[in-house]
């Protein structure tokens, strides 16, 4: 990056470090904590619609409907992450390109389950063998998410679930005096006032969501973490910028990278609760409107 | 105007074909120097990397390079995410089993034991890598395995005393041992351990192997193998006959 780190042997002290902080290696590193932040921004609403559309389900009068809800929950909350998503991947992975194999390669006679091999035409290679390698991490970053979404889905809808039975039935009752049908009570009075009873849940979803991310590299995405052991690791001369193992300053940064996290997330979630419990039935609804907020 | 449309067609068709040409995705694991490592721009490099290009370049392949964590190195081959393995992976009758193997690149090695005492109990914990030949045989000689995902991980657990020695490839010690200054040694005697390293491929894709094998055959007779060898692992590396004659087998 800079013109004095042409030959790094021949540099020392701060120039050296300043030289070493700017490796493509560490840019990649750098990158990384963008591709963390942006998965969490995806996947946190993805995952929260999952979980609003499993604990509507749930609670279906019709019965197919509801199993499938219930069924969801309980089924992904029951698999180990690391299970899921060392089988769920290859699993979603395998049926998309075998769906596209259906479609465009209707004449192929060899089998496409070969033993352990999976093989399916070129042309249904998803993504193609000769995109280029960021459409390729593009791609996993994708299956991370749809991933992601749909095991944290299911804790969510459980959370939901639980925040639609709290809500008083007094409150419902209320609008149904007006005349108001199941639907409208739904929209109108149970969904706006059970956020509050779900944020403590969603909350506790959300940090563990954060900390989750280094699932990552199971799935071929290059995280934070991957990126603190592979850097921290023991560099011998192979290497321009040689230097022992120094992993402990690197996920030393990681603690204060998530320590940060937390600490942002508290507060939002302390005023986002505040915000959500004004004019309700509860203790801290209360509490507000006493004091005449 | 028509020599200009007729340019655009001929052209569009030129890079139709140069697109047609498959892309050879190699994966490789990215944590194993001098074998294969990413340095310091981000990209793989090693021996490997300039064998691997080498290869492509003489069979005429296009050839991208990707990184796979070692634990699930022949799974993402078998389902399709890459075509090879070229990640210092050594031809043994299991691996054989399920996957495919062009000759070999690397002659038959050595494993040696790294400690950081002269007197370490080598029937103690021996720290190995997960999945690897060098795992197989320290579950064998009765001593307490300790695997790791990464080599580095296993080098490191003997630094910090988790692990009375460290049992790897001889040549990829050799680096760590020279550098570290006389706080690691190597214990024991050497072992000879499986079949050279090779390629690994689907077992479907016998086309492909048979164009590595004729670029590796090619470049052990012309003795440029040898000197790659050379450059990356040192003058006492193992080199292969130049007459084209093939003892690695």
């Known amino acids: ?293 | 105007m028509r020599n200009l449309i007729l340019t655009t067609a001929a052209l569009a068709l030129a890079s139709t074909a140069a697109l047609a040409q498959d892309t050879v995705r190699m994966g490789t694991e990215g944590a194993y120097p001098p074998y294969n490592f990413i340095n310091d721009n981000g990209q793989v490099d090693g021996f490997e990397r300039e064998l691997g290009d080498e290869l492509c370049a003489r069979a005429e392949l296009t050839c991208e390079w990707v990184t796979n964590d070692w634990d699930s190195i022949i799974p993402n081959l078998q389902s399709g995410n890459y075509d090879t393995i070229i990640a210092g992976m050594s031809i043994t009758e299991e691996r054989d089993k399920v996957i495919d193997f062009t000759q070999d690149y690397y002659p038959p090695t050595a494993s040696a034991y790294v400690a950081a005492a002269e007197d370490a109990d080598l029937s103690g914990v021996i720290a190995a890598q997960t999945a690897t030949i060098q795992a197989g045989y320290v579950a064998e000689t009765g001593a307490t395995l300790l695997e790791f995902a990464t080599p580095d991980e296993t080098i490191a657990a003997v630094r910090n005393g988790e692990a009375d020695a460290v049992f790897a490839d001889y040549d990829y010690l050799a680096p760590l041992v020279e550098e570290s200054g006389g706080a690691l040694m190597f214990v024991g005697d050497r072992v000879p351990l499986g079949g050279g390293v090779g390629m690994g491929l689907r077992e479907s894709d016998t086309e492909l192997r048979d164009k590595f094998n004729a670029a590796i055959d090619a470049m052990k007779a012309d003795g440029s193998l040898n000197e790659l060898l050379v450059k990356w692992f040192g003058e006492e590396v193992q080199t292969y006959p130049v007459d084209g004659g093939d003892s690695g087998k």
């Open chain 1, 1 to 293: 990056m800079f013109a004095f780190c042409e030959d790094p042997s021949s540099i020392d002290g701060l120039t050296w470090l300043a030289c070493y902080l700017t490796t493509g290696k560490h840019f990649d590193f750098y990158w990384s904590f963008i591709t963390v932040l942006t998965l969490l921004a995806i996947t946190a609403p993805v995952a929260l619609a999952f979980g609003f559309a499993g604990a509507v389900a749930a609670r279906s009068q019709f019965l197919p409907l509801r199993l499938l809800g219930q069924g969801y929950v309980a089924m992904v909350r029951g698999v180990p992450d690391i299970v899921f998503f060392l089988f769920f991947v290859i699993a979603l992975d395998q049926g998309i390109e075998w769906l596209v194999h259906q479609a465009r390669c209707p004449d192929w006679t060899e089998p496409i389950r070969n033993g352990l091999e999976f093989r399916v035409c070129p042309e249904a290679k998803v993504p193609s063998s000769r995109a280029p390698q960021t459409l390729h991490q593009l791609y996993g970053f994708g299956l991370a998410v749809v991933t992601f979404a749909i095991v944290f889905g299911a804790f969510a809808a459980n959370v939901l679930y639980g925040a639609m039975r709290a809500v008083p039935r007094a409150q419902i009752e209320t609008g149904e005096a007006y005349g108001m049908t199941s639907g409208q009570t739904f929209r109108r009075i149970l969904v706006p006032q059970m956020w509050v009873y779900a944020l403590p849940g969603l909350s506790n979803l959300w940090m563990i969501l954060i900390k989750a991310t280094p699932l990552l590299f199971l799935l071929g995405v290059q995280d934070i973490v991957y990126w603190a052991r592979e850097l921290g690791g023991t560099k011998t001369s192979a290497y321009a910028y040689p230097h022992p193992d120094w992993r402990v300053w690197y996920f030393l940064g990681l603690l204060v990278f998530y320590l940060l996290m937390t600490a942002v997330s508290e507060r939002v979630m302390a005023r986002l609760s505040a915000r959500l419990s004004h004019g309700q039935a509860t203790l801290a609804g209360e509490t507000q409107r006493k004091a005449g907020r």
